[in-house]
Each structure stands twice: as structure tokens, then as C-alpha cells.
């Protein structure tokens, strides 16, 4: 079965600075992966999605992600850290042939002035 | 707007008693979903539905059940036989239930059992 990990509950990062949110996934067929984000009290909002073209996937608000077959991972970036970026980001994994995403715990991120 | 919808935003109730969630989507979306979040667990799949007068159930369905009569339409009925169900309840869909689709989410109901 198909499973995600995401290394760290809570990234503190200062404005202007790097975003590295890092995903690790489990899959024993070529995966499908997707990256979402959630403002507080909100649903989720769809910010890439990996499937199986190009590995460097650049998705809304300056986010991009790559996909890494060695690693299993598909760790999520954006050079310059707003403050508008501060909410918990998903990595999800497709479960194939199951039809349903599974999903990681979940990373807080929070920009400091 | 094509969206997702829920309600009531904040539901309250007593130990005991069966709610009902709502949730309605005008995308033309044949597939629906309903998706438990708790802190530090991330997002957690109740039931799910490819189509109308069909729906299963995902990997923590009991004490929950479902209904698909119309396709814009998934309520989900938290019954008192779920042990915890103070939880954000988000419901979610996409074009079809395919590996690729993007999920689009609601806003969620936050429901508190006294």
C-alpha cells in the first residue's frame, strides 16, 4: 500500500528566506503525487500535482516540487518565503487502482518577520 | 461560481445524538468524498462515491454512514456510534475517481460533541 512521510510537523523559516517541506512516499508502482495547502479553518487547495511527465513540477504561488525516484521523494520549494505562505501543507500520494489519495501528517509552516 | 459547499461551518451536539453533515458541489463532479482531519493526523478517508446510488467506504467508516442519490449531493450522517467524532470535516471532489484527478475541497464543518 502506498504511504507518505512528511519530515517535520512545524518549519519555521524567516521572510525572504528558502521553503524546503520535505515529502518521502512508499509506492510499489510509479506514483502519482500532489501537494496541497490549507489556511486555517479552510479546505484544501490544490498547489501541484506530479504525474508522471516532466519530475520539476512548478506550481501556483511560486511553489515547485521535484520528483525524485532514488529518493522517493518529492519535496516541496519556494526561494523567497512570504508571509502569505504561512499555513499546514499536505503531500499526498494516489493510491493506484484504489482511487483515493492518501495522505501525510501534515507540515505547519510559519514565516517569522 | 462552480464550487464546493458545506453547512453549517460549526456544528454542536450532544453526546448521544446522529448528525448530518452536508456537503453539495456544482462542478459536475462524478466523484465525491469525505475526509476526517485531526491534528498532527492529517486527512483521513471515511467514505467515498464514483457515482450516483453508489459509494464505499474508506479506512475509517465506522460509526459513519453515507448517501448518493444525486450527484450533487453526499451527506454524511455521523451516527452515536462513533467514539470520537470532535473532528474538521472536509469533503471533497473531482471529475472522476482517477489516479490523476485533482480533489477540489470544501471549506469543512467543525464539529463539536459536548
Known amino acids: 500500500a502506498q504511504s507518505v512521510t512528511q519530515l517535520g510537523s512545524h518549519v519555521s523559516v524567516s521572510e525572504g528566506a528558502l521553503v524546503l517541506l520535505r515529502c518521502n512516499y512508499s509506492?510499489?508502482?510509479?506514483?502519482?503525487l500532489f501537494w496541497y495547502v490549507q489556511y486555517p479553518n479552510q479546505g484544501l487547495q490544490l498547489l501541484l500535482k506530479y504525474t508522471s511527465a516532466a519530475t520539476l513540477v512548478k506550481g501556483i504561488n511560486g511553489f515547485e516540487a521535484e520528483f525524485k525516484k532514488s529518493e522517493t521523494s518529492f519535496h516541496l520549494t519556494k526561494p523567497s518565503a512570504h508571509m502569505s505562505d504561512a499555513a499546514e501543507y499536505f503531500c499526498a500520494v494516489s493510491d493506484r487502482g484504489a482511487q483515493k489519495l492518501v495522505f501525510g501528517q501534515g507540515t505547519r509552516l510559519t514565516i517569522n518577520p | 461560481d462552480g464550487g464546493i459547499t458545506q453547512s453549517p461551518k460549526y456544528l454542536f451536539r450532544k453526546e448521544g445524538q446522529n448528525v448530518t453533515l452536508s456537503c453539495e458541489q456544482n462542478?459536475?463532479?462524478?466523484?465525491m468524498y469525505w475526509y476526517r482531519q485531526d491534528p498532527g493526523q492529517g486527512l483521513r478517508l471515511i467514505y467515498y462515491s464514483q457515482i450516483v446510488n453508489d459509494f464505499q467506504k474508506g479506512d475509517i467508516a465506522e460509526g459513519y454512514s453515507v448517501s448518493r442519490e444525486k450527484k450533487e449531493s453526499f451527506p454524511l450522517t455521523v451516527t452515536s456510534a462513533q467514539k470520537n467524532p470532535t473532528a474538521f470535516y472536509l469533503c471533497a471532489s473531482s471529475i472522476v475517481a482517477g489516479d490523476t484527478d485533482t480533489q477540489y475541497f470544501g471549506p469543512g464543518t467543525r464539529l463539536t460533541v459536548l
Open positions: 509506492s510499489s508502482v510509479p506514483p502519482y
Open positions: 462542478l459536475n463532479h462524478d466523484a
